[in-house]
């Protein structure tokens, strides 16, 4: 069984900085994508950032500039690095890895269970 487990989450200022963390436990292979989302309170899930196993990166526009992904294949983890973080970056923030079964080339899609980041002052 697999689970991505997050860390890194907690209160900030604005302007501030903050690290998210998730690890992909379990047998997974053939990552294709990890990525991060976020939910605001009474708003729909939206695309935060991804990373390939080949290294490309995108980023939302509301982060670009201010948020970076990476990623380290050999340990299935992923990380978000917050800077100069605003009030409306708060949220649960999600991670996501997706990928293919080798066997069946079904394609996978797990999800985190979430960690809090709220901005405030």
């Known amino acids: 069984q697999v689970h991505l487990v997050e860390s890194g989450g907690g209160s900030v200022q604005p302007g501030g900085t903050l690290r998210l963390s998730c690890a992909a436990v379990?047998?997974?292979?053939?990552?294709?994508?990890m990525a991060w989302y976020r939910q605001a309170p009474g708003k729909e899930r939206e695309f935060v950032a991804k990373?390939?196993?080949?290294?490309?990166?995108i980023h939302a526009d509301s982060v670009k500039g201010r948020f970076t992904i990476s990623s380290d294949n050999t340990r299935n983890t992923v990380s978000l690095e917050m800077n100069n973080v605003k009030p409306d970056d708060t949220a649960v923030y999600y991670c996501?890895?997706?990928?293919?079964?080798?066997?069946?080339?079904?394609?996978?899609?797990?999800w985190g269970q979430g960690t809090q980041v709220t901005v405030t002052s």
């Open positions: 996501n890895a997706a990928g293919v079964v080798t066997k069946t080339l079904d394609i996978y899609n797990y």
């Open positions: 379990g047998e997974i292979k053939n990552i294709a994508a």
């Open positions: 990373v390939t196993r080949g290294g490309s990166t």
